[in-house]
């Protein structure tokens, strides 16, 4: 079943002065969560999540945890609602998803709110081929058609999907893995929830990531560091070992934080501004404030 657009907003200042009473804990309390879904219609939305939370092998709310067995994977509304006031807050032009599922209706929504004041001004004044687009980077097809699916007609214009084999790689000495394709963008947020350890059965020297006792190990930020802005976020979803592993090997002045009640990473890049371009999203986008604080 598709989902619905949350409903429009007057102004953004109405959206700024309800984000401005939420920080990244407020989502780990039940009542401000509970109170920022109502804000954005994002409670009618969990009617339809509770619905599809019921086990269906062909639901993406499924977590393989072999390749012939599937187990029930939760929701967070905490973490749907997290991933909203982060888009809204940080007025992001681009979104980056490694994995499909209803964080992508999270997005596309928070993305329509944003095209409805900035599109013009964006446009015209930034770098961007397709400002306020989440682009979807999914190891399944299935997964894609249901993740699909679920975006209403007023959504579906801010999503795009992109299906990716998966690829068993080194960096240095170190196995992980890589998407075979990626969309041609540069985002400001990155959202790190895939693939799954099963996506790839390549081997090397006896080493597989098929078996459940591997865990996913994403290497794909890596390899694109360079070519991201100052102001550019990654939030990792659960997943500790991949952050490490990130934390571990990326170059630039990333400030991290681990939100351990949240179980959620994340990385921003605070560096100076790369040219005026920069500078200007970086004044648009954050006013000139880091969302992680410095020590």
């Known amino acids: 079943m598709a989902i619905s657009a949350r409903p429009r907003f007057r102004s953004f200042d109405a959206i700024a002065e309800i984000l401005n009473d939420f920080t990244l804990p407020s989502f780990s309390d039940a009542s401000k969560v509970k109170r920022y879904a109502r804000e954005f219609g994002i409670a009618a939305l969990c009617r339809q999540l509770e ?17 012939t067995e599937d187990k029930p994977f939760e929701f ?3 973490d749907l609602c997290r991933l909203h006031w982060l888009v809204l807050s940080r007025k992001c032009v681009s979104v980056l998803e490694f994995g499909s599922g209803f964080s992508t209706v999270i997005f596309s929504d928070a993305l329509r709110l944003l095209n409805q004041f900035f599109h013009a ?3 015209s004044s930034l770098r ?28 579906r214009p801010y999503a795009s999907f992109y ?25 400001d ?17 006896g080493f597989s990531f098929a078996s459940p006792e591997r865990m996913p190990m994403s290497a794909d930020i890596l390899t694109f560091e360079f070519f991201l802005q100052p102001g550019t976020l990654v939030v990792v979803d659960g997943r500790t070992a991949n952050a490490r592993f990130l934390k571990a090997h990326l170059k630039r002045n990333w400030l991290y934080h681990h939100d351990c009640e949240g179980d959620v990473h994340l990385f921003e890049l605070q560096e100076a501004p790369l040219g005026p371009l920069n500078k200007k999203q970086l004044e648009f986008c954050l006013a000139n404030r880091w969302l992680l604080p410095v020590g």
């Open 189 to 205: 947020l990155i959202y790190l929830d895939g693939p799954s350890q099963f996506a790839t059965t390549e081997e090397s020297r």
């Open 76 to 78: 967070e509304l905490g």
């Open 163 to 187: 299906r990716s084999s998966v690829e068993l790689t080194q960096i240095g000495l170190h196995l992980s893995t890589l998407y075979a394709k990626l969309p041609n963008i540069c985002p």
């Open 121 to 123: 001004w964006v446009k």
């Open 128 to 155: 961007t081929v397709t400002p306020f687009h989440v682009h979807s980077v999914e190891e399944e097809q299935r997964f894609l058609d249901i993740s699909l699916s679920r975006l209403s007609p007023q959504l």
């Open 51 to 67: 619905e599809d939370r019921r086990p269906s092998r062909n639901s993406r709310l499924l977590r393989a945890v072999s390749r």
